[in-house]
């Protein structure tokens, strides 16, 4: 399998990241040889194995459903890059 | 006295208790060192009136029976620290001020600690030579041209030229044992599970786990044992009675049993190497150790395996730095989508971006089986592996990495040759297991080397007391001259 330009420029669009044309130009270079490398999975046969889902012997635990936090939106706010008192700012979404 | 910087933590720690010296002298001197060594570029920032003002409140009322009474420590800039920057390395994070402490810091500085700033680190934990840092390279104590080793480069670095009395960072797949062993200090990777992942930046996490830097073994046991424990904010953390790491560390080895897998070598691997290990397995059967000689088939495909899983949880963790919450936002953009990409795009690093895109194609639609699931099966044989090795023996000795440090953009333009670096310390984190890299001995070059004791799922005591009984028995030193200050 090879990975060529047009599908780059379509993973980084899903990924959200944009990407000009020398940059899609290195990653196609890069991302081959990785999956290159990558692929010596396929070597395996692998049909009669359990997929790992968890290294840990336990289960995830359950808890109450209860409020443990809250009432701090100014530090939830504090960080962000825009906001106006109340809410996260962004760009115009709809006209 | 003589300078206490280059003394062990545990030796540090006496001599707060005796109080041959103050908490604050002790700050003082830390400090002085970190500011005649700009150069090494360890710190990403300091916070000295902070841990000075700590210090006083120490020596005010001093508690000393506390793990770490009044010890400065400087920190992984990927732990979360209320009120003080916290960057992961990464230009979108650049801004970042958490309001909130994560729980392996907070722990530490319920056992007597405090901050003494925030250590330079590959992005996002994204590397091994520290080389895909925002804020510059770290360079290695040992040369003035090497890298430190990644991702916890700017810890391995700061401890090795006594910029702290020890440090903790995190290992997703070999980023505390690899520059461990590129600077000649100790470095364990816990049990996954052992410490909280609660407030730290995540990159993959089911691999994450932090983990204590320190000179010595001894060290190490105490840093352990004040980071680790129960977290309930953390859902993969394990519930379990604290165990008693340094006052447990017996160097009785006696009958032991150490696996020695024969896949653990490569390609033009240097001689030295070769050798170490020789001179690892005749230290541990003089003291009475019983070496077995064992395989790990598919130690091969670990590597494989983790550029799968690793970038298919970067993608989905990463996800988050969406320019709108905290971090880094571009001011290009006319809509959402756009602001979205092009905050992305400015904000992360080259390696980042390559890592997202790897997750993000090998979980999409149509290749998900391929890849994702394809890597899950192959991760089950490799914990498959360890299971049964572990069934006839107690621990694992291998080299730390298959090479001593190397040179600053080395090999910064092959990518799987620096993913190669991880070769040996990959699998551990695939198998949820312990292991501690070890200083053992150094190349022709006179580069540090080291081994790597790897023990059963929560069995940390045992490859502690292995490595305590190997460091009383190696004799190495390792002689650092300070040619940066």
Redesign the interface.
């Known amino acids: 399998m090879s ?1 060529d330009k047009e ?2 420029k379509h ?2 669009k ?6 000009d044309d020398a940059k899609v130009e290195s ?1 196609t270079k ?2 081959n ?3 290159k ?6 070597e ?1 046969n ?1 049909d009669k ?10 289960s ?2 359950s ?1 109450k459903d209860e409020i443990s936090d809250g009432k ?1 939106r100014e ?2 706010l ?5 906001e106006n008192e109340e809410f ?1 700012v ?4 709809v006209e | 006295m003589a300078d206490i910087t280059n003394q062990s933590l545990n030796e540090i720690i006496e001599n707060v208790k005796t109080k041959k010296v103050s908490s604050t002298d002790l700050t003082k001197a830390y400090i002085k060192n970190i500011e005649s060594a700009k150069k090494l570029n360890a710190f990403v920032t300091t916070t000295f009136d902070q841990a000075l003002d700590k210090a006083k409140q120490f020596d005010n009322k001093p508690n000393f029976d506390q793990l770490l009474p009044g010890i400065p420590l400087a920190v992984k800039d990927l732990f979360c620290t209320e009120n003080t920057k916290t960057t992961a390395g990464s230009n979108i994070l650049n ?3 958490p ?1 909130y402490e994560s729980t392996v810091t907070k722990n530490l500085w319920n056992n007597g600690s405090f901050l003494l700033g925030k250590l330079n680190c590959d992005e996002f934990a994204m590397g091994s030579s520290n080389e895909t840092s925002h804020y510059g390279n770290v360079i290695n104590p040992v040369g003035d041209q090497l890298v430190p080793g990644g991702s916890s480069g700017g810890s391995s670095s700061a401890l090795a030229a006594d910029l702290t009395p020890a440090t903790i960072g995190t290992d997703t797949g070999g980023s505390i044992r690899q520059p461990a062993s590129f600077t000649g200090t100790v470095g364990l990777k816990p049990t ?2 052992l410490c909280s992942r609660w407030g730290i930046v995540a990159f993959a996490s ?1 691999l994450d786990q932090a983990g204590p830097m320190t000179k010595t073994i001894k060290d190490c046991a105490i840093m352990l044992e004040s980071m680790s424990g129960f977290d ?1 904010k953390d ?2 953390s ?2 379990k009675k604290k165990e008693q790491y340094s006052k447990n560390l017996k160097d009785n080895i006696e009958g032991l049993k150490i696996g020695i897998p024969k896949e653990y070598r490569v390609d033009n691997m240097p001689k030295e190497v070769d050798e170490l290990w020789e001179k690892g397995k005749k230290i541990l059967k003089d003291l009475g150790a019983q070496l077995i000689d064992i395989s790990l088939p ?1 130690t ?2 670990a ?3 983790y ?2 899983v690793a970038p298919a949880e970067a ?1 989905s963790n990463l ?1 988050r730095y ?8 571009s001011k290009q ?10 905050t ?2 400015e904000g ?1 690093g080259d390696e980042v ?2 890592r ?3 997750g ?2 090998v979980l ?1 639609s149509g290749y998900y089986d391929a ?1 994702y ?9 490799i ?1 498959k592996d360890f299971d049964d090795s572990f069934t006839k023996i107690d621990a694992i000795l291998t080299p730390s990495t298959p090479s001593s440090a190397f040179k600053i953009g080395e090999k910064t333009n ?3 040759s620096m ?1 190669l670096n991880d070769i040996f310390t990959v699998p551990v984190n ?3 297991l312990p292991a501690l890299s070890m200083p053992a001995g150094v190349d022709k070059q006179g580069y540090p080397l080291g081994l790597q004791l790897i023990g059963k ?1 929560l069995d940390e005591q045992k490859i502690l007391n292995i490595g305590y009984a190997f460091e009383k028995n190696c004799g190495f030193k390792n002689e650092i001259k300070k040619w940066w200050s």
């Open positions: 990975l599908k780059i993973v980084a899903l990924a959200r990241i944009s990407v990653l890069d991302l040889s990785i999956f490398f990558i692929e010596q999975l396929n395996l692998t194995v359990e997929p790992l889902t968890s290294i840990l012997n336990q995830l635990r808890r701090i530090k939830v504090k960080n962000s890059p825009k996260f962004v760009p115009k979404v | 801004n970042f001020i309001s996954y599970g089911s309930e859902s993969t394990i519930n598919h091969k495909y590597l494989p395996t550029y799968i993608s996800a969406d320019g709108v919450r905290y971090g880094y936002r953009g006319k809509d959402l989508i756009e602001m979205y990409e092009k992305r795009s992360f971006k390559r997202i895109l790897i993000t194609y999409s890849y699931l394809k890597a899950q099966k192959v991760r089950q044989l914990k092959d990518p799987v993913y695939l198998a949820g799922a």
